[in-house]
């Protein structure tokens, strides 16, 4: 197997990004050697090389918390690598499912996120009305759609689909974007009601690449 394409660094590494082939979350960044790149693409699950301890180690050995690998990239300069993965359980050693949950204020100081963490915007919605089900219900309207039961829900979905619909015959580009974002809002709330996840919602989506949809839809 020929990795000539990859520029190692004077300790013969690289560096590499785990990122969450369904959601795009980045869980965790670490270095790699040939050794390690090789084992990964031959068994499937993330491998590593440890600069402290000197040695190949495979992610979630000991922990359970394992990565196993849908492809590897390579980016145009072959000094970095992302593994795109599916996690199985938090992949930073605090326990967090993301290593990166800190961040840098406006004077360049590391502060903790305060329940945040660095996640592509579906993401951060599903947490918030996660996060809504505790709340007041006479201050959130998520709260009040989530006690109206999936009745409530099914009403607006189908209210903001309509919307939607009318916004592509004949209003503007804006408009369109507003009224999808409207209904894509609705639909995770219904999610959260069924505790159906996005993560749930995006991996029935990528099985249906490569796929005709006349077809997917004859299988259901």
Partial sequence: MSLDA??????????????????GELRMMAYANEEA????????WAYFFSRSRKQLWKKGETSGNTL?????????????????VDPSGPS????ADTCFFRRLDSSGDVVDGDREVAQPTLLR???????RKASNAGKSYTKALLDGGPTKVDAKIREEAAE??????????????AEAGDLIYHMLVGMVLRNVSLRDLL???????????HDEKRSR
């Fill in 125 to 131: 919605l599903e947490r918030t009305l996660q996060e």
């Fill in 164 to 177: 939607l619909g009318q916004s592509l015959i004949d209003e503007s580009d804006q408009r369109v974007a």
């Fill in 203 to 213: 991996a029935e989506l990528s099985k249906r690449f490569g796929r005709s949809g």
């Fill in 92 to 95: 930073c050693h605090t326990g």
């Fill in 6 to 23: 990859l520029k190692l660094d004077d300790q013969g590494l690289v560096a590499v990004i785990a990122q969450d082939a369904e959601t």
């Fill in 37 to 44: 790149i090789r084992r990964t693409l031959e068994t499937g």
């Fill in 68 to 84: 196993a690998v849908r492809s590897v990239w390579v980016d145009c300069d072959g000094d970095t690598l992302i593994y795109m």
